[in-house]
């Protein structure tokens, strides 16, 4: 728990018990003035009920140490209701307990006989309202806490989202990507005009796909694969026969929800620092298994030489944002890796798990 946490807990639990003993106090006092009664015992009553603040406090931090009180406020409501009506009558009863040894063998204030089952039973139906207030107001706050979260969460999402958009805007409408596209379907028109009019079409539904701002967070895997032929597809036409493509993808992967352009992200970057930059080219493949309730994917590729340059504009952004996409949306339990051990494969690896 943060100092400040820690801080604000202590405020909380001093005020409230203090509120509680400073308006008991008073009322003994009106009590007193109005009645001209009880002025014997009033030094002691006033001694028990600070003791009895002083307890409620101590039951009170044992019980949020001991339960789990944070994870019962993610808890629906027929599940949070009982454990709170349990949780009240049980700090009830041992606040009542220990107001009742103070009150007749510790201080003295009330005879023995003069205890009954009906008093022990109405003190503690007293203190199970005080407890039930306790409570409450550590649910309430810790679920404006969790509300305050999810909507930082969210707005994280949101700003990873648009970051990644932007960064596919302009991967895919940077000039030399554009130009480059444009003089192949140009030289396929003469060559290979059915190729020429497949380019075109590949090119349009993809940057359809970049200038759609408002898209879902999560597409099929079926959906993402098909952005990424697109993209492959334009990436041949510049490449030529240096790009081999291969695809492994189970059947049972196609409708699993990923990232919107987790894969393609991918793609680019193994064409981007393995491909472009080698010669002879190289292979990527892309495999796709669900295993163990977790969806495995792999974009492999072929490295480039050794000493190769990096390619401008290489920041390792890509990558970064693909990740913190991955997590925000897919949960902690999702992962992207990197693999660069093989020096003849270079393997990103991602994990999802899948909900039970």
């Not at 009920?49 to 789990?68: D, E, K, W, Y």
Request: aromatic share 6%.
């Amino acid at each position: 728990m943060s100092s400040r946490r820690t801080l604000v807990y202590a405020a909380c639990q001093i005020g409230g018990w203090g509120l509680y003993g400073l308006v008991n106090i008073l009322l003994s006092i009106l009590f007193v003035v109005a009645t001209s009664q009880g002025r014997e015992q009033f030094a002691i009553r006033t001694v028990w009920t600070v003791l009895m603040c002083l307890s409620g406090g101590l039951i009170t931090h044992f019980a949020r140490t001991a339960l789990p009180l944070r994870e019962w406020v993610r808890l629906p409501l027929p599940k949070l209701v009982p454990r709170i009506l349990a949780t009240c009558a049980a700090l009830a009863a041992l606040q009542q307990c220990v107001g009742l040894v103070l009150a007749y063998p510790v201080l003295g204030i009330y005879d023995a006989k003069a205890f009954s089952l009906t008093f022990f039973i109405s003190g503690s139906a007293f203190w199970s309202v005080v407890m039930m207030m306790w409570l409450l107001t550590y649910v309430i706050v810790h679920l404006l806490a969790q509300a305050r979260e999810a909507e930082r969460e969210r707005w994280r999402q949101e700003v990873a989202a648009q970051t990644s958009e932007l960064r596919f805007l302009k991967a895919q409408l940077q000039p030399h990507f554009l130009f480059n596209c444009l003089n192949s379907v140009r030289a396929l028109i003469v060559e290979d005009p059915l190729r020429a009019q497949q380019a075109v079409t590949r090119l349009s539904t993809l940057l359809r796909h970049a200038l759609s701002s408002h898209g879902p967070e999560t597409v099929p895997l079926s959906q993402e694969l098909q952005v990424v032929r697109d993209y492959l597809s334009l990436e041949g036409i510049r490449l030529e026969e240096r790009l081999r493509i291969r695809e492994d993808i189970a059947p049972e992967a196609l409708g699993i929800c990923v990232p919107a352009m987790l894969v393609q992200t991918l793609v680019e970057n193994a064409i981007k620092h393995g491909i472009a930059p080698t010669p002879e080219g190289g292979e990527v493949t892309v495999l796709a298994r669900v295993r163990e309730g977790s969806l495995l994917l792999e974009v492999a590729n072929t490295p480039a030489p050794i000493g190769t340059p990096a390619p401008p504009h290489s920041s390792g952004e890509g990558l970064h944002n693909a990740s913190e996409r991955l997590r925000l949306l897919c949960g902690a339990g999702a992962s992207l890796q990197l693999d660069q051990t093989n020096a003849t494969l270079t393997t990103a690896r991602v994990h999802i798990p899948l909900a039970s």
